[in-house]
T-cell receptor, first 114, second 116 residues
Framework: KQEVTQIPAALSVPEGENLVLNCSFT??????LQWFRQDPGKGLTSLLL?????REQTSGRLNASLDKSSGRSTLYIAASQPGDSATYLC?????????????FGTGTRLKVLA | GAVVSQHPSRVICKSGTSVKIECRSL??????MFWYRQFPKKSLMLMAT?????????EQGVEKDKFLINHASLTLSTLTVTSAHPEDSSFYIC????????????FGDGTRLSIL
């Protein structure tokens, strides 16, 4: 059974800092892993999708890495800005009762202070 | 690209009312659509998975007769909360995917449902 854990649960940093968000998953037999951003009261915005054959993906100031053997993914945010304040969720595929679906972590609530 | 529109964004209604939420993929044809529920400060819980033209697959513990899902076309899925009660109040989010499990899911902006 796939379980996804995100650490830390909350993070508050001054503007300009580089930071790392962590995601751990228990079942390494995954096709991919996806990182999302959620603003309060809003839906999810896809940030990065890493396929199982890839080790990392980059988009602007964001870099996500994937280490299947250790069951870990990290989201690196460079030069953080107040606009980066949001909840960041990772999702890894899992199978329960024969259904292949995304299992979401509980998220990291990020606050970047101006 | 890959825009998913969800409507309405917010609903407030009386107990006993049935509420329909629409999820549309605007610029792509979605092979599969997903419906999630999110409680305050909690993560997303998958309710059901639907493929166009076939019955939805519900997760364990989700009442099929309470949460009716219709996926009549490749661009539209609807979730109807029947005879809604205060405990059904929640944030409902849909997502859509083109192709297989190696493809990303694209999410709507969610619907805040409040039952009085």
């Amino acid at each position: 059974k796939q379980e996804v854990t995100q650490i830390p649960a909350a993070l508050s940093v001054p503007e300009g800092e580089n930071l790392v968000l962590n995601c751990s998953f228990t079942d390494s037999a995954i096709y991919n892993l996806q990182w999302f951003r959620q603003d309060p009261g809003k839906g999810l915005t896809s940030l990065l999708l890493i396929q199982s054959s890839q080790r990392e993906q980059t988009s602007g100031r964001l870099n996500a890495s994937l280490d299947k053997s250790s069951g870990r993914s990290t989201l690196y945010i460079a030069a953080s800005q107040p606009g980066d304040s949001a909840t960041y969720l990772c999702a890894a595929p899992g199978t329960t009762s024969g259904t292949y679906k995304y299992i979401f972590g509980t998220g990291t609530r990020l606050k970047v202070l101006a | 690209g890959a825009v998913v529109s969800q409507h309405p964004s917010r609903v407030i209604c009386k107990s006993g009312t049935s509420v329909k939420i629409e999820c549309r993929s605007l610029d792509f044809q979605a092979t599969t659509m997903f419906w999630y529920r999110q409680f305050p400060k909690k993560s997303l819980m998958l309710m059901a998975t639907s493929n166009e033209g076939s019955k939805a697959t519900y997760e364990q513990g989700v009442e099929k007769d309470k949460f009716l899902i219709n996926h009549a076309s490749l661009t539209l899925s609807t979730l109807t909360v029947t005879s809604a009660h205060p405990e059904d109040s929640s944030f409902y989010i849909c997502s859509a995917r083109v192709g297989g499990t190696d493809q990303p899911q694209h999410f709507g902006d969610g619907t805040r449902l409040s039952i009085l």
